[in-house]
């Protein structure tokens, strides 16, 4: 207790000294530590504080800093085969694009976290400290045996990053400017233009960094509903044109991959008729024939389809949106089923075969992502791949991709368990069984894929 009453007054006689807010000033304490670094600093560490001031009459739960900073989520049965689960939110607790069916929204609606009111910036004095301690000193880390062996982060996961409010805070800027300092590789997930602003293209560097833009469909009408805060359509080609003529490597992520008609449509006629008989059978004309030569337009190299799981919330909430029943969408069996809901996987196949007909007929490379929809459609679509070693496309196409979360063990991954060490070895259980179901596949693509770790339940 004397202890915490001492850093308090020390706070407090340090921010009155130096008319800095008291955020900035424990930051400031913080990266006094850092004492052999050779970073520089130009970032304005005034935000935080100017962000208490505003919400100073009803400050947000959890604070005006969100705390969270690099996680490892491949621990978890629905992303353990991720090949980047390594991440980073330079946001948290929200996102302005609201799209209605994001998961994170889901969770963090649920526990009254999500747009209270606004997402807030991460603690990026924490950021430096960490990549500090690893490349600049010999400090003990909880990260080092992540970041030595440079397994690439991804940036944006439960927010979009390049939110335009980050013109005003600069932290994913800063970001991008430490992870460049320390040559150290990056995904980038986003559904933001601006990226492309001449402020942030000027800061990817194309040895190290991997852009993966969302696009969900091409429908502006459709997608404006579904995806209320982000740019449209146009704008997001438009910068991936930008993007991609600066000579970055970029993949536009179908994910979530929407179906256009009720499930069975392809693969089982008869469930189509016992369902909807005569009646007119719904659709959801969310991307049309137009797409591939747009993204060709676009000059982008690469495309990775992921399709769609939803809860009963997120049904329930693009069902008012769109004006359209899409639980019927579903079979009654899979729907019944507890968590996320999903199409079979017959008819899965054939939505990812038409997808990879069309893009190879465009010259655009072809992948699959399992995230969601089970550890097994993880192998069961690998023949579609074009990248048999790196379902993302990064791995060979961008200097920097050597490793992969893939070869973190799991004794590793269970330390960083946020979700508990129960879920994590259950997902370690099922981790193995899978590699015996799919052994065949393991081999035939082995010499191509990050090495498979070795699981002894009995340790």
Not at 303 to 322: D, P, W
């Amino acid at each position: 207790m004397s202890d915490n009453k001492t850093l308090r007054e020390n706070i407090l006689k340090f921010t009155k000294a130096n008319e800095y807010g008291p955020i900035e000033t424990q930051m400031r304490a913080k990266l006094e530590k850092l004492t052999e670094t050779k970073y520089p600093d130009t970032f304005d560490w005034s935000v935080y504080d100017k962000l208490a001031k505003r919400y100073e009459a009803n400050p947000p739960r959890g604070g005006v800093v969100f705390k969270t900073n690099f996680k490892l989520v491949n621990y978890h049965t629905s992303c353990n085969k991720c090949h980047y689960a390594f991440e980073i939110d330079t946001y948290g607790r929200g996102c302005i694009h609201d799209c209605v069916y994001c998961y994170a929204k889901d969770q963090l609606t649920a526990h009254g976290f999500w747009n209270r009111p606004i997402p807030f910036p991460v603690d990026i004095s924490e950021i430096r400290k960490i990549m500090y301690t690893v490349f600049e000193t010999n400090k003990p880390n909880k990260w080092r045996h992540v970041l030595e062996k440079r397994i690439p982060v991804r940036i944006g996961s439960m927010s979009d990053s390049f939110m335009f409010m980050d013109k005003k805070y600069k932290v994913t800027q800063e970001l991008l400017k430490i992870l460049n300092f320390y040559e150290y590789p990056y995904i980038i997930f986003t559904r933001s233009d601006l990226i492309a602003d001449d402020t942030y293209l000027n800061l990817l560097n194309k040895d190290l960094a991997s852009v993966q833009f969302s696009i969900s469909g091409n429908n502006d009408y459709l997608t404006k509903r579904l995806e209320p805060g982000a740019p449209s359509v146009e704008r997001r080609l438009k910068a991936l044109k930008k993007i991609n003529e600066a000579g970055l490597w970029t993949t536009v992520r179908i994910n979530p991959l929407f179906p256009k008609y009720p499930d069975g449509y392809y693969s089982d006629k008869e469930s189509i008729k016992k369902r909807f008989g005569d009646k007119n059978i719904p659709t959801l004309d969310l991307l049309n024939d137009e797409f591939m030569d747009q993204l060709k337009e676009a000059k982008v190299p690469s495309l990775l389809a992921g399709f769609v799981r939803l809860s009963k919330t997120a049904i329930n909430s693009m069902s008012k949106s769109l004006d359209i029943d899409l639980a019927s969408f579903f079979k009654p069996e899979f729907l019944a089923m507890k968590g996320d809901k999903r199409y079979s996987d017959q008819e899965i196949a054939v939505y990812y075969m038409q997808l990879k007909k069309a893009a190879a007929q465009k010259g655009i490379r072809f992948n699959t992502c399992y995230i969601g929809n089970g550890e097994k459609d993880y192998y069961q679509y690998q023949d579609m791949w074009d990248n048999k070693g790196d379902c993302c496309d990064a791995k060979g196409n961008v200097k920097a991709f050597t490793k992969s979360s893939q070869e973190i063990p799991w004794d590793k991954r269970i330390k960083h368990a946020s979700g508990g060490k129960k879920i994590a070895e259950a997902s370690m259980k099922i981790d193995k069984e899978m590699q015996e179901k799919y052994s065949s596949t393991i081999d035939k693509y082995k010499h191509l894929q990050p090495k498979i770790q070795e699981i002894n339940l009995n340790e």
